[in-house]
Structures are given as C-alpha cells and as structure tokens.
C-alpha cells in the first residue's frame, strides 16, 4: 500500500513508519521540518516538509494514497500552550481529515488518547462508551485531544473510513518524554521516595504499533478503540519498576494539596524565568486519578495483544537508563 504518516518525527509515528517499511509498504511523512530523521530517509522514505494545517499542502500529500495514518499532534499540559494545542490537535486534524475525504483515501487511522476521553467514575474501568467530562477544568491537552477526535467523527459520518486508536502513557525504545527517563534513573538510583495517589492505563510501543498496522485491515469505521497493556496505580507501577531495576521502592503517598501546589509554583516561578516547568498543575491534578480503561473491544475487533507490564519494563529499562 502506499501509505502517508502524519507525525512520523514522533516516538511512535517513527516506530510505526519503520514497521511499515519492513512490511513491504511504500511510506512517506510530512512534518515541519526538512526531514523525518535519517534512519527513515535511510529506509526508503519519502518526506514532504509542511504544516498539516495547511489545506493545498494537505491536499497534495494525501492525493492518491491507500490509507493515512494521523499521529501528528502537540503534548503538553503547560496553559502557556493552549493556541498551539488547539492548532495542531483540532485544525491540524480537521484539515487532514478533509483532505482524506477529499482524496478518497480508503482507510484513516487517527491517533488518539485516553487523555482524551475523559476520567471513569471512581471504582470503575472505563470503555469507549464513556463521555467526556473534563471540559472546563483547565486541562488544555486533554479538552483538544477530545475535539480532535470529535473531528474524525464528523468525517467518518460524511463517509470517510477512519478509526480512532487510544492508548495511554506508552513505554518503548525512542520515547522523547523526559520525564519518563527521569522516572527510571530515579528509581534506579533509589531517590524517588514519593508516589501520587491515581493510577493509569499503561501501553507498550509494539503493541500499540502492531495493533496500529492489524487497523488497516480490521475494525470499524466511526469507532474508537482504547489500546491498553495494563492499569496500574503509580505506586504498584513504581514497587514493578523496583523490582526489575533492583530499586528501593517509594514509601511516602504524597497528598494532592501538595502535588498540585507544587504544579503551580513551578510554573509560576519557571514563567518568570521563561522555561518549561517540569511539573503543572494538569499533571498534578490528573496524577492523583485513576485513570483506568478496558482495551476488551480493541482484543475482539483488532487482535490487539497486550505485553505484561514487567515484561515491558524489562525489555525498555536499558533504553530509558542509557539515554
């Protein structure tokens, strides 16, 4: 098939536009930048430099393709980044949308993300079913990653073959989110004494891209499929990760008040001095949830396969500490 990622420069987009090659598919990326990385122009593919929001550049890239995946968006939970957010989450994948439905390309795979879906009552695990119920919270990546895929939706009513895929926080060799790397060096080295009280829905790279490419072939248009490996509260994630990194494991339950107080200080004092804060109130806020999903449909319908957390953790800890 030929085959057009959007966000292949990504951790995922370029494990997924790797995979692809390898099964034989013709690929090629788009992106802001010049290239999508050496080791992918190295493995044949081709890359169009351009902003996805731009609809003649949308339009000329997806002319003629099989399908599409959609992986570009932006992360972040810093408010400073709201209009960027909205840009690259909802205009970026409205426009890509409409140039897929333009183009007739035949199948679309938009990447989405439980951030997106909303947070399950306390006690239960959460399905596709659920309605958003974090508008008005402040949580920015969150409230566009919804409006992202209620974009897809629209499209796939007007006809367009697309699905939404729905991981959650996702481990693999490539990761680019410096806090993960600084999780697995702390607990390594035995100094992260404290856990939040929540908990989430964790993934692995591999399975979320081998489920990615079963997409093309499997699963229904108009749907959204949670891509999950396991639920974990952080401090059972946290004694999993000691045990495979022979760590001390984190004792102290650090209450919300002080979490979300200390998100709030760090980006007040790392406005002032015109840097990323390394903690926000969003991600103190959401830590102290159980963010929990059942990925049952993605198994049925996808042939999804989930990879034990400390088989994942075992396979990722060399990556994340030597990085």
Not at 1 to 19: C, N, P, Q, W
Not at 25 to 33: A, E, K, L, Y
Not at 296 to 319: C, M, N, W, Y
């Amino acid at each position: 098939m030929d085959i057009l990622v959007t966000g292949a420069s990504g951790f995922i987009g370029s494990r997924l536009a790797e995979k692809l090659i390898d099964c034989g598919h013709t690929v090629s990326t788009c992106g802001r930048q010049y290239t999508a990385g050496s080791r992918l122009y190295s493995l044949g593919a081709k890359h169009h430099q351009g902003d996805i929001c731009n609809p003649e550049f949308v339009n000329k890239i997806t002319a003629g393709k099989d399908a599409v995946f959609h992986l570009a968006g932006l992360v972040s939970y810093r408010r400073a980044d709201y209009d960027k957010l909205f840009t690259t989450n909802v205009i970026g994948t409205k426009t890509v949308m409409q140039g897929c439905l333009q183009n007739g390309v035949g199948r679309v795979i938009h990447m989405g993300s439980i951030a997106g879906m909303g947070i399950p009552n306390e006690g239960e695990i959460g399905t596709e079913e659920i309605k958003y119920n974090l508008q008005g919270h402040g949580l920015y990546y969150c409230d566009t990653k919804y409006a992202g895929e209620q974009e897809v939706m629209k499209y796939a009513a007007q006809g367009l073959s697309v699905l939404a895929l729905n991981p959650g926080i996702t481990f693999g060799d490539g990761d680019t989110h410096p806090h993960h790397h600084t999780i697995f060096r702390a607990m390594s080295s035995g100094w992260l004494l404290g856990y939040p009280a929540g908990g989430v829905m964790f993934s692995d790279l591999e399975d979320v891209v081998d489920t990615c490419i079963k997409a093309l072939d499997h699963g229904r248009s108009g749907q959204r499929y949670v891509l999950g490996s396991a639920n974990m509260t952080f401090k059972n994630a946290a004694d999993e990760l000691a045990t495979v990194l022979g760590g001390r494991k984190p004792q102290l339950a650090i209450p919300g008040w002080l979490s979300e107080g200390a998100g709030i200080l760090c980006e007040s004092i790392c406005s002032t001095l015109k840097r990323k804060s390394p903690l926000t109130w969003q991600v103190a806020w959401l830590s102290q949830r159980k963010i929990f999903f059942s990925s049952q449909k993605a198994i049925e319908e996808l042939g999804h396969k989930q990879t034990s957390f400390s088989d994942t953790l075992r396979r990722v800890a060399p990556f994340y500490l030597n990085q």
